[in-house]
């Protein structure tokens, strides 16, 4: 039996997850790893704004 179904979608998961595992290491709790998880899963953007110093008057 052949199909076009691949196991391509698993194996992209399997490596955000890996990514979370690296990012996360260091850290004891396992609700770290599950956030770093749902942090790179989401593709989420979190850039710091640029500085600028505060007008001195």
């Known amino acids: 039996m052949r199909t ?16 979370a595992k690296r ?4 850290y004891r709790s396992i609700n770290t790893f599950r956030i770093m998880a749902y942090l790179k899963a989401g593709k989420l ?3 710091v704004p640029p500085f600028r110093p505060l007008p001195t008057h």
């Open 23 to 26: 990012l996360a290491r260091g």
């Open 45 to 47: 953007q979190l850039e």
């Open 4 to 19: 076009r179904v691949t196991n391509g979608a698993m194996e992209a998961i399997n490596g955000l997850l890996q990514l």
